[in-house]
Nanobody, 115 residues
Framework: QVQLVESGGGLVQPGESLRLSCAASGRSVSAGAMSWYRQAPGNQREFVAVITTRDITNYADSVKGRFTISRVNAENTVYLQMNSLKFEDTAVYYC?????????WGKGTLVTVAS
C-alpha cells in the first residue's frame, strides 16, 4: 500500500511562488510515475504535471514554463515548484502515484492565490 501526504499549500499573492511536497510511504517514489493534479471549486480534477520513472516530465499547457515537478528519491518525496502564480491556479492540489498499474492519491493541499 502507498500513502501520499501533500503539504506546502497556502495563501499567496499573484506573481509569488510556492513549493508543494508529496511525501510517500509504503513504496518508493521512483517505482512509478508521479503526478500532480488540481481541482478548483466547481471544476473537475485536472492534470498539472507528471514525472516518469525515467525522469521525463510533462506539463499542462496552463502551467508550462511556470511549474516544475521533481523527485528526490532519498527523501521519497515529489515536489511541485510553482512560480508566477495566477488567480486561476487556486485549487486543491493532489499528488498521484501510478505504481504497478494502481493509482494512489493523497488528500490534497489547498493553494489560494489572492490579492
Amino acid at each position: 500500500q502507498v500513502q501520499l501526504v501533500e503539504s506546502g499549500g497556502g495563501l499567496v499573492q499573484p506573481g509569488e511562488s510556492l513549493r508543494l511536497s508529496c511525501a510517500a510511504s509504503g513504496r518508493s517514489v521512483s517505482a512509478g510515475a508521479m503526478s500532480w493534479y488540481r481541482q478548483a471549486p466547481g471544476n473537475q480534477r485536472e492534470f498539472v504535471a507528471v514525472i516518469t520513472t525515467r525522469d521525463i516530465t510533462n506539463y499542462a499547457d496552463s502551467v508550462k514554463g511556470r511549474f516544475t515537478i521533481s523527485r528526490v528519491n532519498a527523501e521519497n518525496t515529489v515536489y511541485l515548484q510553482m512560480n508566477s502564480l495566477k488567480f486561476e491556479d487556486t485549487a486543491v492540489y493532489y499528488c498521484k502515484a501510478n505504481i504497478d498499474l494502481q493509482n494512489y492519491w493523497g488528500k490534497g493541499t489547498l493553494v489560494t492565490v489572492a490579492s
